[in-house]
T-cell receptor
Framework: KAGVTQTPRYLIKTRGQQVTLSCSPISGHRSVSWYQQTPGQGLQFLFEYFSETQRNKGNFPGRFSGRQFSNSRSEMNVSTLELGDSALYLC????????????FGQGTRLTVV | AQSVTQPDIHITVSEGASLELRCNYSYGATPYLFWYVQSPGQGLQLLLKYFSGDTLVQGIKGFEAEFKRSQSSFNLRKPSVHWSDAAEYFCAVAGSGSARQLTFGSGTQLTVLP
């Protein structure tokens, strides 16, 4: 069974631009969560989607948004990029809202210059 | 709010030696507890999890962890470390309902000496 797939793996953007990251969960998994990993702040929860609905949201500014499609694939968008948005963005999938076991993708490394 | 503390930022052990990585959590109810491992530039791989039942849980790659409610701890152990175990290890806690997202500790970097 294929794992969680994140695209692209690496991305370089300029301050002020926007970026969209994609995540395809494990087949059959309906819940997708996003995390940001930085050396200074560690791993922080961004948001969770289940059945195309945002179920939970972390403490990030409104520039960070996401969505989930009917096939459970998810995208996250960051607008007006700042240097501090440089991070590894990790997507995790799980079966559903009552199942907490999460499987992670390899991440997208975003560099803002 | 839930939180996790990993008191050791960096641990160095010799190959073949035993290993224990410490994790303390804070959560009001019975938590779901996890250990993940991350190699450089990679995502997180689940080593083991505790949801309920037997407090000693076995995971992949020969790892085990013990849940101790009285100490709010979930320490990771391995009897004999291999060079390939060098990586960063994260302990995480999750609750239920609105608190079901993973809250991670700051991680412990493991170096294995030959």
């Amino acid at each position: 069974k294929a794992g969680v797939t994140q695209t692209p793996r690496y991305l370089i953007k300029t301050r002020g631009q926007q970026v969209t990251l994609s995540c395809s969960p494990i087949s059959g998994h309906r819940s997708v969560s996003w995390y940001q990993q930085t050396p200074g702040q560690g791993l922080q929860f961004l948001f969770e989607y289940f059945s195309e609905t945002q179920r939970n949201k972390g403490n990030f500014p409104g520039r960070f948004s996401g969505r989930q499609f009917s096939n459970s694939r998810s995208e996250m968008n960051v607008s007006t990029l700042e240097l501090g948005d440089s991070a590894l963005y990790l997507c995790a999938s799980s079966l559903g809202v009552t199942n907490t076991e999460a499987f992670f993708g390899q991440g997208t490394r975003l560099t803002v210059v | 709010a839930q939180s996790v503390t990993q008191p050791d930022i960096h641990i160095t052990v010799s190959e073949g030696a035993s290993l224990e990585l410490r994790c303390n959590y804070s959560y009001g109810a019975t938590p779901y507890l996890f250990w993940y491992v991350q190699s450089p530039g990679q995502g997180l791989q689940l080593l083991l999890k505790y949801f309920s039942g037997d407090t000693l849980v076995q995971g992949i790659k020969g790892f085990e962890a013990e849940f101790k409610r009285s100490q709010s701890s979930f320490n990771l152990r391995k009897p004999s470390v291999h060079w390939s175990d060098a990586a960063e290890y994260f302990c995480a806690v999750a609750g239920s309902g609105s608190a079901r997202q993973l809250t991670f500790g700051s991680g412990t970097q493991l170096t294995v000496l030959p």
